[in-house]
């Protein structure tokens, strides 16, 4: 069974809800993918049991991202959630060349309220201070901390534009209300590696929330919901 923590409205504001994918029982709740539309979830060999894996991601920079238009729980209102914290587990089986010190940076992505149009789209990240795991180097663990409640770009984050119309000033309160889209860069957005096969597996994606009073009753309905999806 799906290690999934319920909340209710009877909970104390300091209650921490956490949502994880560890891929057991065949279940992606992320809608999880590198994008190449070949990957799926292998039984053993995670960290520990189930894992996603991909094997012909052919990328300057593999990117594990929930998928547009998904109904993934690591999606939405940050703030009104009171995320606080993301993590995943990566292992990295081949590459063409090499993959060597490039930081995994977290990207939160907003569609600028047009998800048909992805002209207009931005971004912000933060890189970890951790570089992705080599080849031989088995699972490595990251946790990104952040606050969500900050009203302005936490320090440390940057912004990216990913069309030719998007904002000339992203505003970090409209994303960090309605993440559209949750993704893990390898490497810095900022630059350009060059394109390589990668074979990667991904397991234990996890968000945390401390969320405030008048949004625990929804979450904790909203993870009751899941949980019963998950089981029919």
């Known amino acids: 069974m799906r290690k999934v923590l319920i909340l209710g409205a009877i909970l104390p504001i300091t209650a921490v809800a956490q949502v994880i994918d560890t891929f057991e029982n065949g279940v992606n709740i992320g809608s999880w993918s590198f994008g190449t539309g070949g990957g799926g979830i292998v039984n053993t060999g995670g960290n520990p049991g189930a894992y996603w894996r991909e094997g ?19 999606v939405g ?6 995320v606080s914290q993301i993590s995943v ?3 990295l089986y081949h590459v063409d060349f090499s ?14 309220g047009t998800p048909n149009d992805f002209d207009d789209d931005w971004g912000a990240f933060v890189k970890h201070t ?20 900050s009203a302005i770009l936490p ?11 998007s904002p000339q000033n992203p505003d970090w309160n409209s994303l960090i209300t309605d993440v559209d889209q ?3 860069f390898w490497g810095d957005p900022e630059l350009f590696y ?27 309905v909203g993870m009751a919901v899941l949980l019963l999806r998950r089981r029919l």
Do not use: H
């Open 56 to 74: 012909q991601i052919d990328s300057f920079a593999p990117q594990a991202r929930t998928e547009w238009g998904s109904s993934s729980p690591f």
């Open 77 to 82: 209102d940050y703030r009104g959630n009171g």
């Open 89 to 91: 587990d990566f292992q």
């Open 99 to 112: 993959a060597a010190e490039r930081p995994l940076t977290l990207l939160l992505v907003e569609d600028n």
């Open 130 to 149: 951790e570089f992705v795991p080599q080849v031989g180097e088995g699972w490595k663990s990251f946790t990104f901390d952040f606050d969500s409640n």
């Open 155 to 165: 320090t440390g984050w940057l912004t990216v534009p990913f069309g030719p119309n």
């Open 182 to 184: 949750l993704r893990f």
């Open 194 to 220: 060059i394109f390589q096969m990668f074979d990667i597996g991904m397991d234990n994606v996890a968000i945390n929330a401390v969320p405030e009073p008048g949004t625990l009753a929804a979450l904790g």
